[in-house]
Every structure is written in C-alpha cells, then in structure tokens.
Nanobody, 125 residues
Framework: EVQLVESGGGLVRAGGSLRLSCAAS????????IGWFRQAPGKEREGVAC????????YYLSSVRDRFTISADNAKNTVYLQMNSLKPEDTAVYHCTAGQMEGNDSFVEFNIEHWGQGIQVTVSS
C-alpha cells in the first residue's frame, strides 16, 4: 500500500518553528521528486517547496523562501519541512507529495503521483 504520512504539525506562536515529517512506504521513494503543498480554508492550494532530488531544482514559494527548508533522508524514507519564523498566514493543512518535476527554481510543474493525508499547522498571532 502506498502511503505518505505526515507528522509534526500543531499549534505554534508567530515567530516560532516547526518541523514537519513525512514517512513514505509502499513505493520506491528514492525514484520520486518530493514536495510540500498547503491549503488554507477558502484559499487555493499552493506549492510550498519542491526538490528534484538530483540537485537540479529546488523551488520555494516566495513567501516562505529563507524561512522554510525542504530535505529528505533516503535511508529513512522520510521528507522534512523545517519551518522557521512562522507567521499566521502560514496556517494551513500541509500535504507531502511525491511525483515528477519539470521547471526551474522559479517555476515548477509537479506531476503528483502520491499524496499524504495532510496535517494541520496553526500559527497564532
């Protein structure tokens, strides 16, 4: 069974930090590009950070660049999103994804093949 299971979310004060984790199983994790997406109530889903896994492309949403860092531990089949200097507008459900990327550091088309169930991040003001 293909699974992406997020953890590490919760409630944090503005200016604080969280690290999201995404444990992958049921597929060859190392063969896929990885990403994090988020969606707040009543708003469009947006890509937060994506990585091509071969070093060619690392994309960050402009509003999170220099605050968030995407990474992966292949030995643990785990994706991470380190989130620092959190703001109330970062509040959303965050989803881990795996698929195939095209583009560059400024623009990415992500053909998502696997989705995590999502985890809530709430930043209080």
């Amino acid at each position: 069974e293909v699974q992406l299971v997020e953890s590490g979310g919760g409630l944090v004060r503005a200016g604080g930090s969280l690290r999201l984790s995404c444990a992958a199983s049921g597929f060859t994790f190392d063969d896929y590009d990885i990403g994090w997406f988020r969606q707040a109530p009543g708003k469009e889903r947006e890509g937060v950070a994506c990585d091509s896994r071969n070093g060619d492309i690392t994309y960050y949403l402009s509003s999170v660049r220099d605050r968030f860092t995407i990474s992966a531990d292949n030995a643990k089949n785990t994706v991470y999103l380190q989130m620092n200097s959190l703001k109330p507008e970062d509040t959303a459900v965050y989803h881990c994804t795996a698929g195939q990327m095209e583009g560059n550091d400024s623009f990415v088309e992500f053909n998502i093949e696997h989705w995590g169930q999502g985890i809530q991040v709430t930043v209080s003001s």
